[in-house]
């Protein structure tokens, strides 16, 4: 699909300088420009590379002025890096704009759908789910009984959404994501195993939620598993039955949380970080990656190692731990010169 400098400036609310018929099909980073393309100049950093690119068009910010002549067309903006990110999802928006229900795939006939919805071939639909205007479900995706997708939600494929789950508006669920599974939950016996507790539970993800590829998200032994509004999940995360995500928190990779812990608002969790169950995660928390999380965490703390301190301590601790074998040297000697005394 072919795009002209002025089409382009149009959707961004911006100024061509240079050809407005010029014309692009694909994007490119700033330093491998090719004819065709579009990229943007935000960073100074790369402010030279403006005068080398082979791309057809670029993204500026207004302030920008050129030292050399240039062989690209400018699209000038408020803020080159927003602008191109909105174009960034204008670009999906349109690549995604599948419409229609291929075959093979089964939608029950209890299953409502709504317009301009998309169903991928090989997916299953099950009894009584529903399906808001707008969503995208790709190939091989499992939709169970009951389920609730919201408008403009994305399925990518092979997704798996188990019986019971609700998915608000405009969520991406990744290739691999698994919600609605069994939570972890077994009782010892006098036998000296384990008798599995049931998970009569559901998942809720509400509204601008996204799950990165392979993280699962259980469901819970009674009541909810929330993820709520605006959340962002990495790649590979583990989110255990009757956990709390509250509203815009961000977590990284291979993170794990167990069950019936809550998280606050607006928190931002690196990755391989490992949160005990039953605990409270207050709100604006920071936690470095790797650190390992056993304790409630009050309001805007930010905390690293493991088991976590607070990472002024940390740092603190951390140097003196560098410093361990010259201090043990100088305390050997200390005692050396005591006992010789």
Same mark, same amino acid.
């Given at each position: 699909?072919?795009?002209?400098?002025?089409?382009?400036?149009?959707?961004?609310?911006?100024?061509?300088?240079? *050809?407005?018929?010029?014309e692009?099909?694909?994007?490119?980073?700033?330093e491998?420009?090719? #004819?065709?393309?579009?990229?943007?100049l935000? *960073?100074?950093?790369?402010?030279?590379?403006?005068?080398?690119?082979?791309?057809?068009?670029?993204?500026?910010? $207004?302030?920008f002025?050129?030292?050399?002549?240039?062989?690209?067309?400018?699209?000038? @903006?408020?803020?080159?890096?927003?602008?191109?990110?909105?174009?960034?999802?204008?670009?999906?928006?349109v690549? #995604?704009n599948?419409?229609?229900i291929?075959?093979p795939?089964?939608i029950?006939?209890?299953a409502? +759908?709504?317009?301009?919805?998309y169903?991928?071939?090989?997916?299953? @639909?099950?009894?009584?789910? @529903?399906?808001?205007?707008?969503?995208?479900?790709?190939?091989?995706?499992?939709? !169970?009984?009951?389920?609730?997708l !919201?408008?403009?939600?994305?399925?990518?494929?092979?997704?798996?959404? +188990?019986?019971?789950?609700i998915?608000?508006?405009?969520? @991406?669920?990744?290739?691999?994501?698994? &919600?609605?599974?069994?939570?972890?939950?077994?009782?010892?016996?006098?036998n000296g195993?384990?008798?599995k507790?049931? =998970?009569?539970?559901?998942?809720?993800l509400?509204d601008?939620?996204?799950?990165?590829?392979?993280t699962?998200?259980?469901?819970?032994?009674?009541?909810?598993t929330?993820?709520?509004?605006?959340v962002?999940?990495?790649? #590979?995360?583990?989110?255990?039955?009757?956990?709390? &995500?509250?509203?815009?928190?961000?977590?990284?990779?291979?993170?794990?949380?167990?069950?019936?812990?809550?998280?606050?608002?607006?928190?931002?969790?690196?990755?391989?970080?490992?949160?005990?169950?039953?605990?409270?995660?207050?709100?604006?928390?920071?936690? =470095?990656?790797q650190?390992?999380?056993?304790?409630?965490? $009050?309001?805007?703390?930010?905390? =690293?190692?493991?088991?976590?301190?607070?990472?002024?301590?940390?740092?603190?601790?951390y140097?003196?731990?560098?410093?361990l074998?010259?201090?043990?040297?100088?305390?050997?000697?200390?005692e050396?010169?005591n006992? *010789?005394?």
């Amino acid at each position: 699909m072919k795009f002209t400098a002025q089409q382009i400036a149009d959707i961004l609310e911006g100024e061509v300088v240079g *050809n407005p018929e010029m014309e692009v099909s694909k994007l490119s980073k700033i330093e491998e420009g090719v #004819q065709g393309s579009l990229t943007f100049l935000s *960073n100074p950093k790369y402010k030279s590379y403006i005068y080398k690119t082979e791309a057809s068009v670029t993204i500026v910010n $207004k302030t920008f002025n050129p030292d050399n002549p240039l062989k690209t067309t400018l699209i000038k @903006v408020d803020d080159a890096y927003m602008a191109f990110s909105k174009l960034l999802e204008y670009y999906n928006s349109v690549k #995604q704009n599948k419409v229609g229900i291929e075959q093979p795939s089964f939608i029950s006939e209890s299953a409502k +759908y709504g317009d301009k919805v998309y169903v991928g071939a090989f997916s299953y @639909v099950g009894n009584n789910v @529903v399906i808001a205007d707008n969503v995208k479900i790709y190939p091989n995706c499992y939709i !169970g009984d009951n389920v609730t997708l !919201g408008e403009n939600t994305i399925l990518f494929s092979g997704a798996k959404i +188990y019986s019971d789950s609700i998915i608000g508006k405009n969520c @991406v669920v990744n290739s691999g994501v698994i &919600i609605g599974a069994d939570g972890f939950g077994y009782a010892p016996n006098e036998n000296g195993g384990y008798n599995k507790v049931p =998970q009569t539970g559901n998942v809720i993800l509400e509204d601008y939620v996204d799950v990165g590829a392979c993280t699962t998200i259980d469901r819970a032994t009674l009541g909810s598993t929330i993820i709520r509004e605006g959340v962002k999940l990495d790649n #590979q995360i583990q989110i255990a039955h009757n956990v709390e &995500i509250g509203k815009n928190t961000v977590i990284a990779a291979q993170t794990g949380v167990a069950g019936s812990t809550h998280i606050g608002e607006h928190c931002q969790i690196g990755g391989q970080v490992g949160i005990a169950g039953h605990i409270t995660i207050g709100n604006n928390v920071k936690i =470095q990656a790797q650190s390992g999380i056993a304790r409630h965490v $009050k309001d805007n703390e930010i905390l =690293q190692g493991s088991p976590a301190l607070a990472i002024s301590d940390y740092n603190k601790s951390y140097v003196h731990f560098k410093n361990l074998p010259k201090i043990v040297k100088n305390l050997n000697d200390l005692e050396k010169i005591n006992g *010789n005394s």
